[in-house]
């Protein structure tokens, strides 16, 4: 989530920014209300303050034997006023909080400009150019003839977009996973987590997938969401906490089921594998301090590219435009 104390010092870039990502703007409206919010507070502070002397002059008064009605009765009109100054500031407090949290990250000034992904641009590629003497096949057509993808059983017992894999891929997944953990963490030195599956708001509010991406979640009865990504749990790991520069960089590494409901998914290519609910996924989280965050990037980057290396798969490593960054 933005910082409301960097919006009021950025406005200008507020707005710039997030008009190359196709928003409008709301920096005028975020700090009225911040405005309108301190505002309230300072009133409350003053009235707390002024019925803490009243009830002690109440107290000394009542000791003399004085007259102390008019200020009982002030004291109750305070009361009033500060349960409705406490309302108001909740209220206040709940509208700016929400509208900061839709707003998208502001993208880095270098992020190519674009509406779709048309406009990325295209980095570096490695061993792309792959000829086959065979007739290519789609993953689902390749894995349901060797019978060791089963889409019908998985419908019959989960619904659409959940798979069985079975026999040699499903100990092929499994070793792809253990063999990315080993490099990840023998050779790219990072700590490898098993984290909770199930998180709670806060968890996701704070890695921003709530309130912008609810109905791409799984929400369980128990008031708890399935993980879309270990990318929640591996963050989370440091939420709430001051970390000394010095303890820095923090790197962890996770090996989860992923859980989406894609939502926005119709009209997309939903075939076989692709925008399952659920799939397995290795991630990589650093926490590093933010004049090493584009360092750290790359050497991230680096770390997923030697994977695909090792293993002799061809990729291309593309710069997301303004327009196609989620």
Not at 17 to 29: F, N
Not at 92 to 114: A, C, F, M
Not at 306 to 314: G, H, R
Request: with cysteine; hydrophobic share 40%; glycine share 8%.
């Amino acid at each position: 989530m933005l910082d409301i104390k960097w919006i009021r010092d950025n406005s200008d870039t507020l707005d710039t920014s997030l008009a190359r990502r196709g928003v409008g703007p709301v920096a005028a409206e975020l700090l009225d209300l911040d405005k309108r919010l301190r505002a309230v507070k300072t009133d409350l502070q003053l009235q707390q303050g002024r019925r803490k002397d009243l009830s002690k002059k109440i107290g000394l008064d009542r000791a003399k034997g004085g007259e102390v009605q008019s200020l009982v009765d002030e004291v109750s009109a305070i009361k009033k006023k500060m349960t409705e100054l406490e309302d108001e500031e909740r209220c206040l407090s709940e509208r700016l909080q929400s509208s900061i949290l839709v707003l998208p990250n502001i993208p880095h000034e270098l992020v190519p400009e674009g509406r779709d992904e048309s406009a990325n641009v295209e980095l570096r590629r490695w061993n792309t150019e792959t000829n086959f003497d065979f007739e290519v096949k789609d993953h689902a057509d390749l894995g349901i003839a060797l019978g060791l993808m089963d889409f019908e059983q998985a419908a019959a017992m989960s619904g659409a977009r959940f798979v069985v894999l079975k026999g040699q891929l499903a100990l092929l997944e499994r070793a792809i996973a253990q063999f990315m953990l080993d490099i990840h963490t023998i050779e790219n030195g990072y700590t490898e987590i098993n984290p909770p599956l199930l998180v709670y708001d806060g968890a996701l509010i704070g890695t921003g997938q709530l309130p912008k991406f609810s109905e791409d979640l799984f929400k369980a009865t128990t008031g708890h969401w399935l993980i879309p990504t270990a990318e929640v749990p591996l963050t989370n790991l440091v939420a709430g906490k001051i970390t000394s520069a010095g303890k820095l960089p923090l790197r962890f590494t996770a090996s989860t089921p992923c859980f989406r409901s894609e939502a926005g998914a119709a009209g997309k290519d939903t075939k076989g594998m692709i925008r399952s609910h659920q799939f397995e996924k290795v991630e990589l989280v650093s926490i590093v301090v933010p004049q090493d965050s584009d360092s750290e990037l790359e050497r991230m980057t680096g770390c997923a590219e030697s994977i695909l290396q090792k293993l002799e798969l061809p990729y291309r490593v593309v710069e997301l435009c303004t327009g196609d960054m989620g």
